[in-house]
Each structure stands twice: as structure tokens, then as C-alpha cells.
């Protein structure tokens, strides 16, 4: 089975911290996704990444970077945290390699907290 | 422009009845996935089905079908019978079958089953 892992499930940061969300991946998957997820707006893509060292931007960016150095881990950088980054994150990972048909498998979420 | 449409917010009916999730979504592409998750309460989204654009056959799986409607575009979710875990947010989502892997997701729907 596919394990998509986060490195923590509950966090709480003070605004103005950096923050890093760790998502890794154990089944060498190409394609990686994060998310937030908010009440009565969904999923929302933040960033993705097809490749080692590749992103591309999804919907909502803005006051997020990612890092992705090696294959099975992709990371989430809150550079300055505030309390509108208060939220469920959630990490997403794909086949790629043409496999155009998979689902995204998720891993468990990270509520962020930012006080 | 992709977007899913999940009306229902929230619903909630009595266990062992039947109940319908609504899904409707827009794309400009002639070849598409859909997707349905579910989210429990420990929070990470389970996938339950994918259909490509081009399969309009209803799928039955155990309590669970689902109506894939091109002329209405609409991919609706029907559990049978349903029971106190069925209890979850269910989310629809929609994928190009062109360029990145990215879904777009509706904003869900919380389903409660009253014992």
C-alpha cells in the first residue's frame, strides 16, 4: 500500500515563525501535491511538483514556498506564519510515469495552528 | 476554467436509509476524471472511486453507487441502507486529462448518520 506520512498531526506556531511541513511518500511517486483545506472552501491547491526540484503554483501561493530535494519528500515552507495560515494541510502524491488514470493518495493532514 | 459544485452542504438522515450526494461540475475538456473521497474524523481522505469521461456505466459497490451523467454533467453518489459509518465529509473532485495532475475539488459535503 501507498503511505503518504506527515510529520506531525497538530502544530501551533506563534505568527511571524517560520514554519516547515514535512510530507514524504514510499512508493516513488513522481508527482506531489499540497493542500489546505478549510471549512466551505475544500481542497485547495498550494503548490505541486512533478520532478525532484521542480514546482509549479497552484490556486493560492501567495505566503507559501516548497522544496522538494529528493523524490519521496516534499516539504511546505511558511516563511513568516500568520494566523490566516491557520488551517488543514494536507499532502497528496501521484504515479506520474503516465499513469494519467491514478487517484491521489493522502496523507493523514497537519492542523496548523497560528496564534 | 474547471469547477466542481457540491450544493449540499450538509445533510443528515437516520440510519439505514438511503441517501443521495449531488455533484456537479464544468470543464472545457473532452476527456476528464472524476473523483469521490471520503473524510472521516481522523481526517485523511480515502478514496472510493474514479470514472473517466468516456465510462458512463453506473458503478455499484456494495452499499455504495454512483451516476455519471455527461448531459448534465453530473456525478452523483448514492449510499444504500446507510449506516453510522458512513459518517464522514465527502468530496468530489474533477481532473484534466491534459498537463499537471491537478484536481479540482467541490467544497464537500458533511454527511451525519443518526443512529
Known amino acids: 500500500d501507498v503511505k503518504v506520512t506527515q510529520s506531525s498531526r497538530y502544530l501551533v506556531k506563534r ?16 508527482n506531489m501535491f499540497w493542500y489546505r483545506q478549510d471549512p466551505g472552501l475544500g481542497l485547495r491547491l498550494i503548490y505541486f511538483s512533478y ?32 494566523t490566516n495560515q ?15 488514470f491514478s487517484e491521489q493518495y493522502f496523507g493523514p493532514g497537519t492542523r496548523l495552528t497560528v496564534t | ?19 443521495t450526494l449531488d455533484c456537479v461540475y464544468e470543464t472545457r475538456d473532452t476527456t476528464y ?3 469521490w473521497y471520503k473524510q472521516p474524523p481522523s481526517g485523511e481522505l ?11 456505466q453506473n458503478e455499484i459497490s456494495g452499499r455504495y453507487s454512483w451516476n455519471f451523467q455527461k448531459s ?20 468530489c473532485a474533477l481532473r484534466s486529462n491534459f498537463g499537471n495532475e491537478k484536481l479540482t475539488f467541490g467544497t464537500g459535503t458533511r454527511l451525519t448518520i443518526i443512529p
Open chain 2, 72 to 91: 448534465t454533467s453530473s456525478f452523483n453518489f448514492t449510499i444504500t441502507a446507510s449506516q453510522v459509518v458512513d459518517s464522514a465529509v465527502y468530496f
Open chain 2, 33 to 35: 476524471y472524476l473523483f
Open chain 2, 46 to 56: 480515502v478514496f472510493l472511486i474514479r470514472r473517466n469521461s468516456f465510462d458512463e
Open chain 1, 86 to 100: 491557520t488551517s488543514m494541510y494536507l499532502c497528496a502524491s501521484t504515479p506520474g510515469q503516465g499513469m494519467v
Open chain 1, 15 to 30: 505568527t511571524g515563525e517560520k514554519v516547515f511541513l514535512e510530507c514524504v511518500q514510499d512508493m516513488d511517486h513522481e
Open chain 2, 1 to 19: 476554467a474547471q469547477k466542481v459544485t457540491q450544493a449540499q452542504t450538509e445533510i443528515s438522515v437516520v440510519e439505514k436509509e438511503d441517501v
Open chain 1, 51 to 82: 520532478d525532484v526540484k521542480m514546482k509549479e503554483k497552484g490556486d493560492i501561493p501567495e505566503g507559501y514556498s516548497v522544496s522538494r530535494e529528493k523524490k519521496e519528500r516534499f516539504s511546505l515552507i511558511l516563511e513568516s506564519a500568520s
